[in-house]
Structures are given as C-alpha cells and as structure tokens.
C-alpha cells in the first residue's frame, strides 16, 4: 500500500485521508501570511487537533506571550480604525460582590488606553495558565463582558471599541457595556450601536459591583503561570521549520527525533536532549537585538559553530534558540554563509524573508532593505499615532 504518510510530529504512518493542511508557524505568529513552503501536508489530523490545544495554545495564550504580542501589535497601529489591538491580561480577578457562576471565573483585562474589561468566562483548571480559559469552550459556551471605556476622546474611544470587539470576535459572549457614550456632538449613542447587548438585571448588579471595585482600586489579580510553557512548542516549531526548510534530510538525525521526544514527553520519563536556551533564562540577550525586530515575530535560522539553529523572538524579546541540525544539512531555502530570517506581522497581514546577513545589514544601516523600510515607516507613523492618543483629551 503507497497510500500512507508518516506525520511529521507523532512519527507514526497514518492513511493518506488522515493528512490536514497545516502551517508550520502557527496563525498567532502569523504563519498564514508565511511564505508557502512553511505549508505542511505531512501532519494527521489528530495532530493537529490535540498540537493545537495542548502545544500551541500553552504557549500562545500564556501571560507572556500574550501580552509581548499585544505590545508588538501597539508598535504597528497607525489610527482608530484599524483593525484594534489585542487585549493585554491582568489574570483572574477577585472582585467582591460580582456574581460569578459555579465553574466560571472572572478574568481582568486591559485595553489600548487603559480601559477595563471583566469577562466572567467558564473555567477548565486544565488550562489555568491560558489567557482566556480553553479555547475552545469560550467559542461554544455562553460568557459575558463588562466593558468600562475610560475617556470621552473619539479616537480613544474608537480603537478600544474596536480593540474589545475584535478580542471577542470568535467567543460566545455577551458584551455590556457600562458607561454612557456621546458622539461628538454629545448626542446619547445607544449601546446596540457600538455592539453591545442590553443587560440583565444580573448584569447591572455585576457592573455595579465592577465599578466599585476599580474606583476604590480594589482588585487583587492572580497570574498563573506555567514555567515550562515554551519547550514543546519550541520543540514543535523546530519540527516544521527544520523540515520546511532542510525536507526529508532534517528528519534523519538526532535533532528531529529528539524534538519529536520533546513534543510528546516520552512515559518512561526520558527527557528529551534537545540542545538550547529557553525564553525565560535569555531575556533580552545583546543577541535577540541582533536577530529581532520590532513589533516582528522573528524566526532566524543561522549556522551557529558546526550546526543549525533557529533563534525565536517577539518584538525583539523573548529569545528562543533551540538546535535544528548539523550543519551539514543543505537547503535551497537557506543561504548557508548568510542564514535565513522570516519577520512576520501578525497585526499586519504580512511577513518579510530575506537572509540574516540582510536583517543585520538593514539594523546597522549599512545597506537598506526595502521591504523593511516600508515596516520601518508604519512603525514611525504609529509612534506619532500613539504620541498623539496620549496627547487627546483624558
Ligand atoms: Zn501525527
């Protein structure tokens, strides 16, 4: 039988009809404006379901992850229309007097200019340290948001609108909110307008209670966080980018297995031997300046003394550096004495490939990528941006 493919991450062969579209660099890092050959067909589909919950999203909706692409996002937002700015997290909240249903939590949240927002949203402990509970489950089950805008600016008020409404785009939520809003004429606005639904009688006592709580200062905050967070992801990651870049030759040494250990945490307890240096023992390293890039989820692959190595970080933060291969390894992809960078920007829609030798170059400005410049100019356009909400009226 030739109908059979091995999966690159589980190593078991699976029929042919098992195989999904998967991308290699997942969607929160942008991977969907990635350049085609970072699409894999060689990942079954209970792969990708389960890699997607338990790997992926561990790593994506963990505090820092969330919060570092949120600041990326904000270095790339030109005005109040666009498309709105991820959302950063406080942790669950304790707030006295708010009625949060058994097997709910309330979860505190901050917009672009500081407003508020209180999701009581269901709880799955299995996920305690995800930003936004299970992801799943909040796509499905009913929750609901408190909105508190916090200025009478328009173009405040515009982009933490929008910024709300898009972080709750795919949830089943409620939304509520609790102030009265003014067009610039200072005309009442009904809430239904801007997206909001009308509230319970249940909702006004919560929103009460909220109220009082953020006027007296009075919200403790809990984080958890899991420190282990990054590894089988960065395991993960290195399995489709090592093998959308080097194809079968990656898979035949050491490193793929061990990164495929690293995925799966083997029962026998074997811990995997994948050499590298996680995010929380690198914080900004001189070295994720040299290989990041503002407001960029940057992925570097570069020869480092006899093997290959992928350097991962977020708005020049956070490094990652994990082994790929020998250095032996080829690649029609990959410029051996230059290396090779995908900047990609989620909040953007796009991405820019060039080699590392080019990104340095750019960096130093002794030869100018053009590509860049063009990011370059919309990071300069946003800081004014930013600048100028700063400046608008409270
Ligand atoms: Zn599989």
């Given at each position: 039988m030739d109908s059979t493919f091995t999966c690159l991450y589980c190593g078991k062969a699976k029929p042919q009809n098992e195989s999904s579209l998967e991308h290699a660099i997942p969607q929160f890092m942008g991977g969907e404006y990635a350049?085609?050959?970072?699409?894999?067909?060689?990942?079954?589909k209970t792969c990708n379901n389960n890699l997607g919950l338990w790997v992926d999203a561990s790593y994506a909706k963990s505090w820092f992850i969330t919060n570092y692409l949120a600041e990326a996002a904000r270095l790339l937002c030109t005005k109040p229309d666009d498309p709105g700015l991820p959302l950063r997290c406080m942790g669950k909240a304790q707030i006295p007097n708010l009625d949060v249903p058994d097997e709910h939590v309330a979860e505190h949240w901050i917009g672009p200019s500081g407003e508020t927002i209180t999701w009581i949203r269901p709880n799955d402990e299995r996920m305690d340290?995800?930003?936004?509970?299970n992801p799943i489950d909040t796509k499905k089950k009913p929750s609901v948001a408190y909105f508190f805008p916090v200025s009478e600016s328009p173009e405040k008020h515009t982009l933490g609108l929008r910024s709300f409404h898009r972080s709750l785009e795919k949830r089943k939520a409620r939304k509520i909110l609790c102030a009265e809003l003014r067009d610039p004429n200072g005309a009442k606005v009904d809430p239904k307008v801007w997206g909001f639904d009308s509230p319970t009688a249940d909702d006004v006592l919560n929103r009460e209670a909220i109220r009082t709580a953020i006027h007296a200062g009075n919200i403790p905050m809990q984080v958890v966080v899991n420190?282990?967070?990054d590894q089988r992801f960065m395991c993960k990651l290195s399995l489709g980018i090592g093998y959308s870049l080097f194809?079968?030759?990656?898979?035949?040494?050491?490193t793929a297995s061990e990164a495929r250990k690293g995925v799966w945490r083997p029962s026998d307890g074997t811990k995997s031997a994948m050499r590298g240096t996680s995010t929380l023992f690198a914080c900004d390293t001189p070295f994720a300046k040299v290989v990041g890039y503002p407001g960029a989820v940057a992925i570097i692959v570069m020869k480092s003394g006899p093997s290959w190595s992928m350097c991962v970080s977020i708005d020049e933060k956070i490094p990652f550096i994990i082994e790929l291969g020998p250095g032996s390894m080829t690649s029609q992809?990959?410029?051996?004495?230059e290396g090779y960078a995908l900047l990609l920007f989620p909040y953007r829609e796009n991405c820019v490939e060039l080699t590392m030798a080019a990104l340095i170059a750019h960096r130093l400005e002794v030869m100018k990528h053009s590509a860049l410049e063009q990011i370059d100019l919309i990071r300069g356009a946003a800081s004014q941006f930013d600048a100028q909400l700063a400046a608008s009226s409270p």
């Open positions: 350049p085609q050959i970072f699409q894999l067909t060689n990942v079954c340290s995800y930003t936004g509970g420190t282990k967070f194809g079968e030759d990656f898979l035949t040494h050491a992809h990959v410029n051996s004495e």
